[in-house]
């Protein structure tokens, strides 16, 4: 690994939004990291994929998915485990997430393991 080299944040979500602060806290660390111009990934497994979803419309908590549209214009790459998403009813033919979130498999969270210089999971 080069030490000049970009350093890699890769945080692994399992809990879904507004059931836990999860999804508030992988925000703040993001937006942190990525202030410290790290790159940064955020992989979104089991009920995590619920916090993309577009036409959110929470009354009483501030939209997750808005906070993660910030993410990804600064920045952040997020993606969704394809085997949770569809199972939760988030179809990869409906484009149910907010535009940059990417529909993929486990292999791509493998790879970020590898190659992040850290790595953080949040969820049960």
Same mark, same amino acid.
């Given at each position: 690994?080069?030490?000049?080299?970009? /350093?890699?944040?890769?945080?692994?979500?399992?809990?879904?939004?507004?059931?836990?602060?999860?999804?508030?806290?992988?925000?703040?660390? &993001?937006?942190?990291?990525?202030?410290?111009?790290?790159?940064?990934?955020?992989?979104?497994?089991?009920?995590?994929?619920?916090?993309?979803?577009?036409?959110?419309?929470?009354?009483?908590?501030?939209?997750?998915?808005?906070?993660?549209?910030?993410?990804? /214009? /600064?920045? &952040?790459?997020?993606? &969704?485990?394809?085997?949770?998403?569809?199972?939760?009813?988030?179809?990869?033919?409906?484009?149910?997430?907010? /535009?940059?979130?990417k529909i993929t498999n486990?292999?791509?969270?493998?790879?970020?393991?590898?190659?992040?210089?850290?790595?953080?999971?949040?969820?049960?």
């Amino acid at each position: 690994m080069v030490e000049n080299q970009q /350093k890699t944040l890769t945080i692994v979500l399992t809990e879904g939004p507004y059931r836990s602060q999860y999804a508030d806290i992988a925000y703040e660390i &993001a937006k942190s990291a990525l202030d410290k111009k790290y790159q940064v990934n955020l992989f979104l497994y089991m009920d995590a994929t619920h916090i993309p979803k577009k036409e959110q419309n929470p009354h009483s908590f501030p939209n997750v998915a808005e906070k993660f549209r910030t993410l990804i /214009k /600064k920045g &952040a790459d997020i993606r &969704a485990c394809i085997r949770c998403s569809t199972a939760r009813g988030h179809s990869c033919a409906k484009k149910p997430y907010i /535009k940059g979130v990417k529909i993929t498999n486990v292999y791509d969270l493998a790879g970020w393991i590898q190659e992040s210089h850290k790595v953080i999971s949040l969820g049960f």
